[in-house]
């Protein structure tokens, strides 16, 4: 124990220190910083500070209890701008550029590599982000692939000195029970870093009444950012934080880490996921699916981080509000594919497809679905009910009653989708009926159910969720088209062809009424031609199905003529004019049909095409 | 880039764009329920407004401030009530689904009604963020407390006290300055290197309310005036004015409650707020929202003047408080006078008591706020749905 003169010497001198350094009594206090300075003069002063706590734990001061209390009080003053100075100096806000990694001003223990300008397209992102997982280990030279923050990752944020300093000071202040004001002021800067690198990010201010107002394509781009930025606020930015906050606070007061770290990144936290519930609860609709998605894949993969960063009890809303987002987007994933199949019955456009082709219904739903089916994994999660396929309001006329192929262990998705291919191929039905010309009509459906079956057939997912069986039901449907169409326009020419009729049993001449003959040819003639000048400017836009169809045609156009010039050109090149009546050869028709289906019409006559052609050969 | 997700299909995604899977309805649906039955149900979701807010009117300001309007335990009674007024909202529009909504004339007081829920959304993010800065004024409030409770009181504790309320005081006062907010700690970044100039910023730096966290141009009073500025009281009789009359009598019990919590609590740009809204005041109902308004505009024409951060009765505290504790602070000597220190008593257990109801009512008033935004929210997407379902595209709806 020392002696009391001693101990009165020491404590004179470290209040002679403490006022030296008052920045309200002198202009040199104001002009330097302590801790700017040398270190033994920080080590002094944080002596003088020790010194007079000491004295005043002890019980010996009681007349200058006043100019004691009032040292301490000036000395937490300076200690507080000290503070404040020392991480204003220290603190950058995180840079992410573009071409290499993030860092702050002091080294970073791992880096993590953006590429802004590359925007790879919906499915070549999802593909590159698993690729990334898996070369994850494999080190950061790798030139294919770039890492992005897929896990925890701390970096420091201010250089060790600062914080040995930092901590120093936070001791002293609290330890004199001036913790509050310890808080206050590292948030407040800390803050502001956090806002900082927040702008650096790319994280914006938006409303939730700006969300609404932008279109959805402008949406999309910043959501790709957000997911992002969120990534690196999450896993880097608040665990850095929050590590800085343990490195400074840790032991120092209760929980005084844990209430630094809240000042610092809850309002932020919060600003960066308003985002994200705008979009969650912006208006549904059909295009917005697929990003929603993205968007809750990514948020819900974070989850687990923000819980483990934002631990504490005091950070509760920030995790309860994230998973409340989660599920909004869940919510509203469900809700447009139920607004999708809603749109896809109700339909309405009564304009039929010229050509009969495929109609953009069509390719939008089954594109659509093949989207769907690479997101297969996440939506099996999230659609957990069955499609309602009962008419919302009874005697709806609009409603399919074709139940649904009873599925065996189907997945609610795969039943989904067949839900959707059932009423598109309803509506289809429907808009085939517009066609005046029935044969026309069976074009559109063929055409339309085998582009469904091809879309099906050309992703494996999809298939492997419908089922080959209903793949199967539907190839027959659009088979059933193809004949339904033969029957309708080619019975009606080879009728021309047929046999009874013709023959006229008589006295003076058995055989053929040369006649009727004639009008059989001319009939057959004038339809064909008419036939063959509509049906060449009718498309079947699958090369192979419009073969197979022509095929089918001349299989049985072919035989049949051949077989009636065969018999029966002789009674016409026995008359006048033979060359009215027989206009066409084989070759001719042959070359005929191949003009059929191809989508533009044929100015020039059959035949002088044909005799060009031979002409030319 | 659309195209590439559809992958070659050469269908712009316009094409399929609203406009053309709408549907055209031509069916009639029938109302479910009796025309009698709907009327019944109106008038009593209009009187059980009159009643709910009536009973907010009767809190009678007393000495020891029971719920006094404008307090942090009335404002949670004022969300409690607009809760219950909304749920029996949404049974009265959506019962059975009821597609009239999705026609005209209702569908466009429907789609400003949406309109109206979207910016009720913002405004109860930028009420919780508000909420925060009174968080951080009862902190340093708290620190004023605690120094002058220390025993025996020294010049220090008293400094340090001081030097808590003026920043609490500055900060209350200059909260609602347009210059306030992120300026004052750009300013202190930017002399980041110039660890000299830092010393002046200290006694405003640190009690910054939070920044923004919406473009710096929005504006809440804007907000509520855009709210209030197309409610039309409904042509009284028949027709469809069954329906319109709930949507309006909910529209402004949902503007009148913004309108007070904007009143209340600092938040981004309310310095134009309107003194009153446009409640016709023949309609039964309205008579208690327009008795509260009244008291509330009064209210803000005395303090508006200081230009005060919010009228909540616990901030007004605050501030009083503080500013006659600091006039206190600047007379003390050492040792004080017993007369002194009685007085310092008295107004630190005034402060105190005013902290604890902070501490006590801030966290469940935003919970409150933030189950008022989920409800806004599942009745807008409820509509949304029914209104999708009829198909039709109603005019710019958020």
Not at chain 1, 111 to 120: L, N, R, V
Not at chain 1, 400 to 415: F, G, V, Y
Request: proline letters at 4%; aromatic letters at 6%.
């Amino acid at each position: 124990m020392e002696p009391p003169e001693k101990v009165a010497v020491k404590l004179d001198a470290a209040e002679k220190l403490i006022r030296r350094w008052d920045s309200t009594a002198s202009e040199e206090a104001r002009e330097r910083m302590i801790f700017d300075g040398d270190l033994h003069e920080a080590d002094r002063y944080l002596q003088a500070i020790d010194e007079i706590q000491r004295s005043m734990d002890s019980a010996t001061v009681s007349d200058n209890q006043s100019k004691v209390s009032s040292a301490i009080q000036i000395a937490m003053t300076r200690l507080e701008d000290e503070f404040r100075n020392i991480l204003i100096t220290h603190t950058t806000p995180l840079e992410i550029d573009p071409n290499s990694s993030i860092r702050s001003s002091s080294r970073t223990e791992t880096s993590g590599e953006f590429d802004d300008d590359e925007y790879p397209e919906e499915n070549r992102e999802r593909k590159e982000e698993e690729q990334e997982q898996e070369e994850e280990g494999e080190g950061e030279g790798s030139s294919t692939s770039y890492q992005t923050t897929n896990s925890i990752r701390e970096i420091d944020l201010i250089p060790s000195e600062a914080i040995y300093d930092l901590r120093s000071i936070a001791e002293r202040m609290i330890s004199s029970g001036y913790l509050r004001e310890c808080i206050q002021v590292y948030g407040s800067v800390r803050k502001s870093a956090v806002d900082a690198s927040f702008r650096g990010l790319g994280v914006e201010k938006l409303s939730i009444g700006d969300v609404q107002r932008l279109e959805w394509e402008a949406l999309e781009t910043k959501i790709r950012r957000w997911i992002r930025a969120a990534k690196v606020c999450v896993r880097i930015l608040f665990a850095s934080e929050k590590r800085l906050c343990e490195r400074i606070f840790d032991g120092l007061g209760p929980a005084a880490d844990d209430a630094c770290f809240m000042e610092t990144v809850k309002a932020p936290a919060i600003q960066l996921f308003n985002f994200a519930e705008a979009i969650s609860i912006s208006r549904r609709s059909p295009e917005k699916l697929f990003k929603i998605l993205d968007l809750h894949d990514s948020l819900s993969d974070l989850l687990p981080d923000v819980d483990l960063v934002f631990g504490s009890k005091s950070s509760e809303s920030v995790r309860v509000q994230a998973a409340e987002i989660v599920s909004r987007l869940a919510e509203a994933a469900r809700g447009i594919l139920s607004e999708f199949e809603n749109a896809v019955q109700r339909e309405p456009s009564k304009i039929p497809v010229p050509g009969g082709t495929i109609h953009p219904l069509t390719r939008y739903v089954m594109n659509y679905i093949s989207l769907i089916s690479n997101y297969k994994q996440t939506l099996m999660e999230l659609i957990v009910s069955k499609p309602s396929t009962g008419s919302r309001y009874s005697g709806d006329p609009t409603a399919p009653d074709i139940e649904l192929p009873e599925p065996e262990n189907r997945s609610p998705l795969a039943l989904h989708l067949i839900w959707i291919m059932v009423i598109l191929q309803f509506n289809l039905e429907g808009k085939s009926k517009h066609y005046k010309d029935a044969s026309l009509s069976h074009i559109f459906l063929m055409n339309n159910v085998h582009y469904i079956v091809e879309k099906v057939k050309g992703s494996p997912e999809l298939r492997e969720m419908i089922g080959d069986d209903y793949l199967r039901k539907l190839t027959r449907k659009f088979r059933q088209a193809a004949t339904s169409y033969e029957r309708s326009t080619w019975l009606r020419v080879l009728y021309c062809l047929r046999d009874e009729g013709l023959h006229v049993s008589g006295s003076f001449s058995s055989g053929v009424s040369k006649s009727a003959l004639r009008e059989r040819f001319k009939s057959f003639n004038s339809i064909f031609e008419e036939v063959h000048r509509t049906q060449a400017t009718w498309l079947v836009p699958d090369t192979q199905l419009r073969e197979e169809l022509r095929i089918s045609i001349l299989e049985k156009l072919i035989p049949a003529y051949r077989s009636f010039l065969g018999r029966f050109r002789n009674h016409i090149e026995s008359g006048k004019h033979p060359e009215m009546y027989i206009k066409y050869s084989v070759d001719d028709l042959e070359t005929a049909v191949l003009d059929f289906f191809e989508g533009h019409p044929v100015s020039q006559h059959l035949r002088k095409r044909s005799q060009l052609r031979n002409e030319l050969s | 880039m659309p195209t590439s997700e559809y992958q070659g299909s050469s269908v712009p995604l316009s094409f399929l764009g609203r406009s053309i899977l709408s549907f055209r309805r031509n069916q009639i649906i029938s109302m479910e329920g009796t025309q009698e039955q709907e009327l019944e149900e109106l008038e009593l979701f209009q009187k059980h407004v009159a009643d709910r807010f009536t009973g907010l009117l009767s809190s009678r300001p007393s000495s020891d401030g029971i719920d006094n309007i404008l307090s942090i335990a009335w404002l949670r009674k004022l969300l409690d009530t607009f809760l219950c007024c909304e749920a029996e909202f949404k049974a009265v529009l959506i019962h059975g689904h009821n597609p009239q909504i999705a026609k005209p004339p209702l569908n466009r007081l429907i789609s400003e009604f949406l309109d109206r829920d979207v910016k009720a959304l913002d405004i109860c993010n930028a009420i919780s963020n508000g909420v925060e800065s009174i968080r951080q004024w009862q902190k340093s409030a708290e620190i004023a407390i605690f120094a002058l409770g220390q025993k025996p009181l020294g010049e220090g504790q008293v400094r340090r006290a001081k030097k808590a309320l003026n920043s609490l005081v500055a900060s209350i006062t200059s909260e609602d300055k347009e210059s306030n907010g992120n300026t004052s700690t750009e300013r202190a970044w930017s002399f980041g290197r110039r660890s000299g100039a830092l010393i002046k910023e200290r006694s405003s730096g640190h009690l910054r309310s939070l920044s923004p966290s919406v473009s710096r141009n929005w504006s809440a009073s804007k907000q509520i005036q855009a709210m209030s500025g197309n409610l039309v009281a409904p042509r009284g009789g028949g027709e469809s004015s069954g329906l319109a009359s709930p949507v309006y009598v909910m529209s402004n019990v949902l503007v009148f409650v913004l309108w007070a919590l904007v009143a209340a609590i600092p938040c981004q740009e309310r310095g134009s707020l309107a003194t009153h809204l446009p409640v016709p005041r023949q309609l039964a109902w309205a008579g208690p929202v327009i008795g509260l308004q009244e008291r509330i505009a009064e209210e803000w024409k005395k303090k508006e003047k200081k230009g005060s951060a919010g009228l909540l009765e616990e901030i007004q505290r605050l501030e009083r408080c503080g500013q006659s504790l600091i006039e206190l602070a600047d007379s003390f000597q050492f040792p004080p006078e017993a007369k002194w220190v009685a007085e310092m008593e008295v107004q630190v257990a005034e402060l105190s008591e005013n902290c604890r109801k902070i501490e006590e009512g801030l966290v469940p008033l935003q919970r409150q706020v933030r189950e008022v935004f989920h409800r806004i929210t599942k009745s807008r997407t409820e509509v949304l749905d029914i209104l999708d379902q009829a198909g039709k595209p109603s005019t710019p709806v958020l």
